[in-house]
């Protein structure tokens, strides 16, 4: 056990059992506990493998690269269709944990195995995005917004893309194509 990290077990309200059994299992796995993104992430040899996390109606273990799993028993979930490489296993309550308890140690040893194989998740490329109609649009009107946008990362352009099309109504891609506009032109990412 960290000691940097019992804050995190300590200022718990909500999920408290749940979280100190999901440690006590991460840590039986011969896992390294440290404190990353202020969660408890446990490491094999400085490579994350598996962090735990909470919200308003579960908890969850984080896998990073839980894609790479084979989730033999369907318990994985892709917290948005975005997410490429990590995969939740959620909890509501301890019983649920401990019925799962050697599971949850499987996939854990399966996620090091990965993780010492070198095992690479295949990352759709930028280009496989979507990219909406109301950006498209300013990128065919303005070559300077079209070649600034090029010039970005890979992972910035993904963000302006995912950015914009997570508006569900045209109005609102468009107020946002608008709005990032000036960002893009000067090279910075959508959280700069």
């Not at 790479?68 to 909890?91: G, M, P, W, Y």
Request: net charge positive; aromatic share 10%; glycine share 6%.
């Amino acid at each position: 056990m960290n000691p940097k990290v019992d804050w995190f077990f300590n200022k718990a309200d909500k999920w408290k059992e749940e979280y100190e059994i999901l440690r006590k299992i991460c840590l039986a796995c011969g896992l390294t506990e440290e404190l990353k993104w202020g969660c408890p992430c446990y490491t094999n040899k400085s490579s994350n493998i598996v962090l735990i996390h909470g919200f308003k109606d579960y908890c969850a273990l984080l896998f990073h690269k839980g894609a790479l799993l084979k989730d033999s028993h369907n318990i994985l979930v892709q917290q948005t269709e975005n997410v490429q490489s990590a995969r939740q296993i959620r909890f509501t309550n301890v019983s649920e944990i401990v019925e799962l308890e050697a599971i949850i140690k499987s996939y854990i040893i399966e996620a090091v195995e990965a993780e010492k194989a070198g095992l690479e998740v295949d990352f759709k490329k930028t280009k496989e995005f979507d990219v909406p109609v109301e950006f498209q649009q300013r990128l065919d009107e303005n070559p300077a917004l079209r070649s600034a946008f090029e010039a970005l990362t890979p992972g910035r352009q993904r963000g302006y893309l995912l950015h914009f099309s997570g508006a569900k109504q045209s109005k609102t891609r468009t107020r946002r194509v608008e709005k990032c506009i000036p960002k893009i032109l000067n090279g910075k990412g959508l959280q700069n």
